[in-house]
């Protein structure tokens, strides 16, 4: 059971980084579907981090490298979305898309790269980093504790805290609302709308090093990350772009996934004869249920995915 709670919280953990991040994008006015491929570069910023560190210094030191690694990653990346989509008023659907087709490609080329100028023998595109886990890893008992998962509480109560008590916050949402209004009484939506992406890529860089550290010591980019960016646009959906409902229906759903982990230690579940290759569909069956259910009451920003034209107003 200890197992099943550690691997539901880490797994949450990712989807509420990435949703909140989606959750800030499209607060502002625009769709990021791009949030698979800024999850893989995001990893990929925080894997070579770990590669590179030096294996003794101090683990907190190792933490906050690794962090802020992912987390520039996924702004550098998600800066392409808003160039395209702010100011070049491109198709958002298209080009998010585009970002998740070449993200898994081009952290391939990057990582094989590296491992050729180590050896010149070695073209995987894998990356081990067991030792510089170890820093995000404290063993209570027998649970094993991840500071990735006070990380997602602390940025899900920060961004309840800055959409609806700050001024930024405010404002943000009035730009994905209802940009024209917004812009008459003064603010720049240009400038909002960039801080929503970059804000997103912040957030699903850092969701990225989380999923690919989440139970294995070593990640083979050509693997992706398993299309968590779409089940963390599920959970964005479900929880009605509000934090607090984003942080519910991450458990959910990280409940899901971590069964396909842990089914074998349930003697209930093992005697169903199910096999483990539905384990892992089950995440992904059950937001197609869930929001074949929901998506019609769901009320996402009025202006998302329309760009927004200053000359119009």
Request: aromatic content about 10%; some cysteine; hydrophobic content about 55%.
């Amino acid at each position: 059971m200890l197992l099943l709670i550690q691997y539901t919280l880490i797994f949450a953990s990712v989807l509420i980084l990435v949703a909140l991040g989606g959750c800030f994008s499209e607060h502002s006015g625009v769709i990021n579907i791009g949030l698979e491929g800024i999850m893989v570069m995001g990893a990929l910023g925080g894997a070579l981090m770990m590669k590179f560190l030096s294996g003794d210094m101090p683990a907190i030191l190792i933490i906050l490298l690794v962090i802020l690694a992912s987390m520039a990653m996924g702004m550098i990346y998600s800066l392409l979305l808003a160039v395209a989509a702010i100011q070049f008023k491109a198709d958002q659907t298209l080009a998010g898309t585009a970002l998740n087709l070449l993200g898994t490609a081009a952290a391939v080329v990057i990582v094989r790269a590296v491992n050729i100028a180590e050896d010149k023998d070695n073209v995987s595109s894998t990356i081990t980093y067991i030792e510089r886990k170890k820093a995000f890893l404290v063993r209570i008992g027998g649970f094993e504790f991840n500071w990735f998962m006070l990380i997602a509480l602390l940025a899900l109560v920060i961004s309840y805290i800055v959409l609806y008590r700050t001024r930024f916050g405010l404002r943000l949402q009035a730009c994905g609302e209802n940009p024209q209004a917004a812009d008459s009484v003064g603010i720049n939506v240009y400038k909002m709308r960039y801080a929503g992406v970059l804000i997103s890529g912040m957030l699903g860089g850092l969701g990225g090093i989380v999923y690919i550290t989440a139970g294995v010591s070593e990640w083979k980019f050509e693997n992706g990350v398993a299309g968590f960016g779409f089940l963390a646009l599920a959970v964005m959906i479900f929880g009605a772009w509000k934090p607090v409902n984003i942080g519910l229906a991450a458990l959910l759903f990280g409940l899901f996934r971590a069964l396909s982990n842990v089914y074998t230690g349930f003697p209930a579940l093992v005697s169903l004869n199910i096999p483990s290759t539905i384990y892992n569909m089950l995440p992904y069956i059950i937001s197609l249920i869930v929001l074949a259910f929901t998506s019609k009451k769901s009320r996402a920003p009025k202006a998302e995915g329309i760009p927004y034209d200053k000359g119009q107003r």
